[in-house]
C-alpha cells in the first residue's frame, strides 16, 4: 500500500504531464491557425501589391484587363478622395482596399482586417460586372456595346452618382452589380481596370446564367 | 512500477520523463522557429509539401503550402510590364533564330513542367485533404498550384510564339540527368499521372471570337501558367471510418452519455447519425463521380481510379485556369 506522500505525487504528477500535454497540443493548434492567417495576409498584401503595380504602370485614359489570384472570402472595395464612409486607414486619400469579412460591416472588415493601398484620384469606383453568359451587352438604345465602354461610364458622374444601376437602366442584359465584389473561392479573377486623369474605375467582371433580380447598395458608398 | 516503495521518482523513469520533455522541446524549436528565410523558395515549398504528405489527411488543409509562383519573362530586350506590373519576375534573355527561340520557350516551360512535378512529389504525395471532405461535410473539389507563369514578352514577334510546341519538345528531348524523355518522367507516380501543354499555348485566346472585349492590348495569349492539379476525393470506406470517429467520440463524452443513453436521446442520437451518415455518403459519391470528368481522358482504359495528378500548361486566363482548378492554394 501506498503511503499518502506516493498517492500524492502519483496524481500530481499525472496532472501536470496532462497539463503540459494539453497546454502544447493547444499551442500547436494556435500556431498552426496563426501560420495559416499569416500567410492569407501576406497574399492579400500581394494581391493589393500586384493591383497597385498595374494601376500605376498604366497610362491616363488606358484601360487594361488582369487576370489575378483571389482569396476566398475576402472581397475589394475602393474610395475616392470625397468619399465621406472613407474608413480611417485611407487617411486623406483615396484608396483601395482588400478587406476580410462582411461588406456590410466595412469598419471592423476593413479598417481592423483589411490592407488598403493610396491612391491620388478624385473618385475611385470599384464594382462588379456580371455578364450573362452567351448574350452581348446592349444598351438602353439596342446597340451592341464593349466592356472597356461600360467601364468608362461608371466613372461618367451622370451614371455614377445618381445611381441608376438598374434592370431597366443602360445594360439590358448585362448588369452592374453595386455590391463589393466578393471573391468566393481562391482561384483566378478578371479585372478591367480604366484609369482617367482623376478618376479609376475597377471592375471583377464575372459570368452568371440569369439575370440579376436584386441589387444590393453601393459598395463602400 | 514508476513510485519506489517510499513514494520516490524511479531514476530510470525520472530520465526518461526528462529525455521526453527535451525531446519535446527541441522537435518544438524546430518547429516553430525554423528560420525559412535561410532557405531558398524551392527547399521551402519541398519542406512544406513533405510536412502536408506526412500529416492525417483532415489536417492537411491547415498546413500552408509554402510554395510560391515563380514569374518568368522571356525577351529579347523587354521587361514584361504588361503581365507583370507590380510583379518581380525573372528575367531570362533569349537569343538567336526563331527555331532557337521558340525551341528555348517550348524547352524553359518543358523544364518548369517538371520542376513543378517534382516538388509537388511527383503525383505519389497526396496534398488537399481536409478535415471537410474526409468526414463527408463538404463535397471534394480539385485543388491546384500554379507553380510557374511564363510570359514571352512583346519583343518576341508572333511568328516566333506560333512555333512553340511544348508538347512535342516534351515527346522529343531527353532529360540529360534521367536518360529519359520529359513524358517518360511524368509517368510512374502510382496514382494517374500526366503532363501535358494546352495546344493554344501562346496562340491567341481560344474565346476571344466570342468575347466582345477590344481593349488597348491585342488578346493574343503571352502568358502560360504551369499548374499542378491533384484530384482525390474520399472513397466512401474512408468517410465512413471518419463519421465514426467523430461519432464515437462524441457519444463517448461524459456529458452526453446521458443523453443518449435513454430511448428518446438514443432514437434521436442513431437517426442523427443516419441522417448525417447518409449526407456524407452522398458528398462522397458526388466527389466519385467528378472523377471521370476531371481525370478520365488521361485513365485511358483503366478503371476504377480514386482520382489523378497532373501537371498542365495552361494559358494564363481566368476562364481557362478555373475551368480546371476550382480551388488554387500557395502563395501568390
Redo the contacts between chains.
Keep these: 500500500m501506498k503511503n499518502k506522500r506516493g498517492i500524492l505525487l502519483d496524481n500530481v504528477l499525472g496532472l501536470i504531464i496532462a497539463a503540459i500535454g494539453i497546454g502544447l497540443v493547444i499551442f500547436a493548434a494556435y500556431k498552426l491557425y496563426s501560420i495559416a492567417i499569416n500567410q492569407e495576409s501576406e497574399n492579400a498584401k500581394a494581391f493589393l501589391n500586384s493591383i497597385e503595380g498595374k494601376i500605376n504602370s498604366m497610362n491616363v485614359e488606358e484601360s487594361g484587363s488582369f487576370q489575378v489570384r483571389t482569396i476566398r472570402d475576402w472581397f475589394l472595395v475602393g474610395w475616392g478622395k470625397n468619399d465621406p464612409n472613407r474608413i480611417d486607414k485611407c487617411s486623406f486619400e483615396s484608396c483601395i482596399c482588400i478587406c476580410k469579412g462582411s461588406p456590410s460591416d466595412l469598419k471592423s472588415s476593413c479598417q481592423i482586417n483589411g490592407f488598403c493601398r493610396n491612391f491620388n484620384f478624385n473618385s475611385v469606383s470599384v464594382f462588379e460586372f456580371e455578364k450573362i453568359a452567351g448574350k452581348e451587352i446592349i444598351d438602353s438604345n439596342g446597340q451592341s456595346i464593349k466592356e472597356e465602354d461600360v467601364l468608362k461610364d461608371i466613372l461618367n458622374p451622370k451614371y455614377y452618382q445618381r445611381r441608376i444601376w438598374r434592370k431597366d437602366g443602360i445594360y439590358t442584359t448585362q448588369l452592374l452589380n453595386n455590391a463589393c465584389p466578393k471573391f468566393y473561392e481562391s482561384n483566378l479573377a478578371e479585372l478591367l481596370i480604366y484609369k482617367a486623369e482623376n478618376s479609376l474605375a475597377v471592375l471583377k467582371v464575372s459570368e452568371r446564367e440569369a439575370e440579376l433580380t436584386r441589387f444590393e447598395g453601393a459598395c463602400g458608398k | 512500477m514508476?513510485?519506489s516503495k517510499?513514494?520516490d521518482?524511479e531514476v530510470t523513469v525520472l530520465i526518461t520523463?526528462i529525455i521526453a520533455?527535451v525531446g519535446?522541446v527541441i522537435i518544438?524549436f524546430l518547429f516553430?522557429d525554423f528560420d525559412f528565410g535561410s532557405y531558398g523558395e524551392d527547399e521551402v515549398c519541398k519542406l512544406s509539401v513533405l510536412s502536408r504528405a506526412t500529416s492525417p489527411t483532415s489536417a492537411q488543409s491547415?498546413?500552408?503550402l509554402?510554395c510560391s509562383?515563380k514569374k518568368l519573362c522571356l525577351t529579347k530586350d523587354g521587361d514584361c510590364?504588361?503581365n507583370f506590373?507590380?510583379?518581380n519576375p525573372k528575367v531570362v534573355k533569349l537569343s538567336g533564330s526563331e527555331d532557337e527561340i521558340a525551341k528555348e520557350i517550348a524547352k524553359t516551360s518543358a523544364d518548369a513542367m517538371l520542376n513543378c512535378w517534382k516538388q509537388m512529389g511527383e503525383g505519389k504525395l497526396d496534398l488537399f485533404g481536409s478535415f471537410w471532405t474526409q468526414s463527408g461535410w463538404e463535397e471534394a473539389k480539385p485543388t491546384c498550384v500554379?507553380c510557374s507563369r511564363i510570359a514571352v514578352d512583346t519583343s518576341i514577334g508572333k511568328d516566333t510564339l506560333e512555333r512553340v510546341d511544348i508538347n512535342s519538345y516534351m515527346k522529343d528531348n531527353v532529360i540529360p540527368e534521367l536518360g529519359v524523355n520529359y513524358l517518360s518522367a511524368f509517368t510512374g507516380g502510382g496514382a494517374i499521372s500526366y503532363a501535358q501543354s494546352n495546344e493554344n499555348a501562346f496562340s491567341k485566346f481560344a474565346e476571344s471570337s466570342k468575347s466582345?472585349?477590344?481593349?488597348?492590348?491585342s488578346r493574343e495569349n503571352r502568358e502560360l501558367a504551369i499548374v499542378f492539379f491533384q484530384f482525390k476525393p474520399p472513397k466512401y470506406e474512408e468517410v465512413l471510418q471518419t463519421m465514426a470517429g467523430i461519432g464515437g467520440t462524441v457519444a463517448g463524452l461524459a456529458f452526453i452519455r446521458p443523453l443518449v443513453m435513454n430511448p428518446v436521446g438514443g432514437g434521436l442520437a442513431i437517426a442523427g447519425a443516419l441522417g448525417l451518415g447518409g449526407y456524407g455518403m452522398w458528398n462522397a459519391r458526388q466527389g466519385q463521380l467528378a472523377i471521370p470528368g476531371y481525370c478520365g481522358k488521361f485513365a485511358g482504359s483503366r478503371e476504377n481510379i480514386y482520382g489523378c495528378s497532373m501537371v498542365q500548361g495552361i494559358n494564363?486566363?481566368?476562364k481557362d485556369?478555373?475551368e480546371l482548378?476550382?480551388?488554387?492554394?500557395g502563395?501568390?
Excluded: M, R, W
Aim: charged share 20%; with cysteine; glycine share 6%.
Design positions: 514508476i513510485f517510499k513514494g521518482i520523463i520533455i519535446f518544438l516553430f491547415a498546413i500552408p509554402k509562383t510590364s504588361k506590373a507590380g510583379e500554379i466582345n472585349i477590344v481593349l488597348s492590348e494564363y486566363h481566368t485556369i478555373n482548378c476550382p480551388q488554387i492554394e502563395d501568390f
